[in-house]
Nanobody, 114 residues
């Protein structure tokens, strides 16, 4: 399984970005976004299951929305009201529960700065 992220970049505080992740394998059970800032541990941003359940990190506070298009094997992360503390490398993750396997993308940099 390969994951390819896109959509990162630099944005001013209060701005928006939309991240995309294309997954090479269909019907992956859980798709999610994680992030890692310099000197910090990787943390969950949001994930979504095949059944449509979503889960967000506490810091999201309604600013981000995760969605998936299984016909296109793609998961999205819409990020609004971005803050400087959202600056990090954002990673796409896929969990295949049948094989108990976890796959990661290479990451995309998001920088929020004026």
């Amino acid at each position: 399984v390969q994951l390819a992220e896109s959509g990162g970049g630099r944005v001013q505080p209060g701005g928006s970005l939309r991240l995309s992740c294309v997954v090479s394998q269909r019907t992956v059970d859980i798709l999610g976004w994680y992030r890692q800032a310099p000197g910090k541990q990787r943390e969950l941003v949001a994930d979504t299951t095949l059944g449509g359940r979503t889960n967000y990190g506490d810091f999201v506070q309604g600013r981000f929305t995760i969605s998936r298009d299984d016909a296109e094997n793609t998961v999205y992360l819409q990020m609004n009201s971005l803050k400087p503390e959202d600056t990090a490398v954002y990673y796409c993750r896929a969990d295949d529960l049948l094989t108990d396997s976890i796959y990661w993308g290479q990451g995309t940099q998001v920088t929020v700065s004026s």
